[in-house]
DNA sequence: GTGGGGGTGGAAAGCGCTTTCCGCCTGCGA
DNA sequence: TCGCAGGCGGAAAGCGCTTTCCACCCCCAC
């Protein structure tokens, strides 16, 4: 039998009690050994006692209670909407990237657009006394949703929007905006006068600002909302093509919806870019992959996670605004007008 | 100025005794009624005073002061090679829908396959006392990760894998090998006896049960290992052309790869099917998207994850093992065997 | 030779919560 | 009228750790 029975609590896990006790030292050299934050010396000897009886005994630290008599976690909140939407997927990467190098373990939180879930969620990051939150994707912002944020904030954490969140929080800012104005120039360029845009949801922060870009340029495109998914842009291709057939060109406002755009010009016998283009936005690792390769704008997204994160770990004041870049990428699924009506 | 200057600690939050001062009882009964583990009822006025006080306040509960009281906390980990790959994002996915049915937090760990880290993710895991953890995506197993695992068990918390993993621990087993066999079978009967096999690392426990159950129907593929990524499969295509021109079928051992390898077809001028077929595994979304649509295995990643986790977070003894099928999905990538050469 | 100072180990007081007792009060039966 | 049981609120002892003190020891200077 190993020693498990003899110097493991039954059910559970050592304690640095049992650390100090099999190294014949006191419980705050113990601590001050394996944990101590400077400052205080311990000699050499001891030392070496205490971490091989640490090693041998397979301790680590009950992460809750340091945080507890520290009073303050290891721990950081990512809110995304959906993970397994590769999106959110980018970002949390790159964000999960910084937390390592910080030595603090990440939380992820599926929010699913639902405001509801998201000041839940909120609450119990506050709950965990998260060290910090990111807020990734900006949600419908809403008066609860930002008392949830502030409370959060005032009870120590700190938090961080990717896209706009409101006033005094630390933003990463992917130029939206400029993004949906590449698309329109672009599209514009190639002689394009009729464009249909699918959208997504009217109340996404991130929908609004890539159509308010492209509209800065193209007056009053063809609107069409749906879901921020490959179906929903499926089905608006089919609904816009429907009502406006004369359109030449179409703007997807993701790559998810461009996705479900060349499905339905397909489906439809809509040679695309010959007869119509189609330009999406995120630049996503399938826009190469899809036929023809999408012609969208490039967010790097891993980036932008991880320059959120690190806002929220240094130590720097709040309320820092950090642009990204984003950067047309043309490919072959957008070409000139064509003069067919 | 609101109640914060007045009530709440200046740099802190709130904690029980000041709900319990705030509704003048004690710190037991505010405890009891707004976390009483049932067994004790308080006087339905006192209680309203509490919860009163309690959202007055903005109360909620320190989590690590709970966890350490309770010695129980509400957090389980989940261990990724890769969050940004859809396959994981996808399992993650479901596995979180069931940790929110349960009220508990996740925390991800992105592992990279590297065992180092994989340990040391464990162990932090331990270190939070998360109740349970989903090891997603069998890495190379090795004895020193074994221990690790054990060491977990024993400190108190459950362990369950995808895909095989030693023993005792609960197990979700999607049928790799069964899809490895499905596809070999669907190739044979298209008269395909030319099939090179594009693979990820050798290592990789998934990789070997596709590779196997793909070889007990085809003997001696061509085989080529190289990264489990679409540029890993677009380089291994190349490769494998280059080397064995007469295959008219490629097995990309998951659709990442697959997408790579009709990248590096067009680049090569082969055309699919009609002169090459191609076939994938997992049915990511992108599957259908890819041109031609993708002859794949179905695994339906987000059940796997969520059925995992209910493993985990039941009550029932450890050591089970729940198959999960693999369906194959024909699409446009695989046609006869061409009988050019 | 004695006093003092620097350095190092240990005792103990929390961190915010849960939970076991303990004791009080009420109400009922004898 | 008194006793006792049942019910419910509160005091207090932890949960495992950090960190402030305090005490001690050794060495040096006077």
Do not use: C, W
Request: hydrophobic share 45%; proline share 5%.
């Amino acid at each position: 039998m190993p020693r498990t029975s003899s110097t493991r609590a039954p059910g559970g896990a050592v304690t640095l009690q049992q650390v100090a006790t099999a190294a014949g030292v006191s419980l705050a050299t113990a601590s001050r050994v394996l944990h101590g934050s400077g400052g205080r010396k311990v000699a050499e000897a001891l030392a070496e006692r205490v971490t091989t009886a640490a090693t041998e005994l397979r301790y680590v630290a009950h992460a809750p209670a340091q945080s507890l008599a520290r009073s303050r976690s290891t721990v950081v909140g990512v809110l995304v909407h959906d993970i397994a939407d590769p999106y959110f997927a980018a970002i949390a990467a790159g964000a999960m990237d910084v937390a390592r190098e910080y030595d603090l373990m990440v939380l992820v939180a599926n929010t699913f657009r639902d405001p509801g879930l998201e000041r839940d969620y909120l609450a119990r990051l506050r709950a965990q006394r998260a060290r910090a939150v990111l807020l990734a994707g900006s949600a419908f912002v809403g008066e609860p949703f930002a008392e949830e944020v502030a409370a959060f904030a005032e009870s120590g954490g700190r938090v961080a929007a990717i896209g706009a969140h409101g006033t005094g929080i630390d933003t990463v800012e992917p130029d939206q905006y400029g993004g949906g104005r590449l698309i329109a120039e672009h599209l514009v360029g190639l002689g394009h006068r009729e464009i249909g845009v699918i959208t997504g949801p009217a109340g996404l922060a991130t929908v609004a600002q890539r159509l308010a870009g492209f509209t800065s340029v193209v007056a009053a495109p063809r609107l069409v909302h749906a879901d921020f998914t490959r179906e929903g842009g499926r089905a608006a291709t089919h609904e816009l093509l429907g009502r406006h057939p004369e359109v030449t060109a179409v703007f997807a406002l993701n790559d998810l919806m461009a996705a479900g755009a060349l499905a339905a010009l397909r489906e439809l016998g809509r040679p695309v870019p010959e007869q119509v283009s189609v330009a999406g936005f995120d630049d996503l690792p399938v826009a190469t992959d899809l036929t023809p390769a999408l012609t969208t704008v490039r967010l790097q997204l891993a980036d932008i996670g991880a320059r959120a994160m690190r806002l929220l770990l240094d130590d720097e004041p709040g309320g820092r605004l950090v642009p990204a870049p984003a950067e047309l990428v043309v490919r072959d699924s957008t070409g000139q007008a064509s003069r067919l009506h």
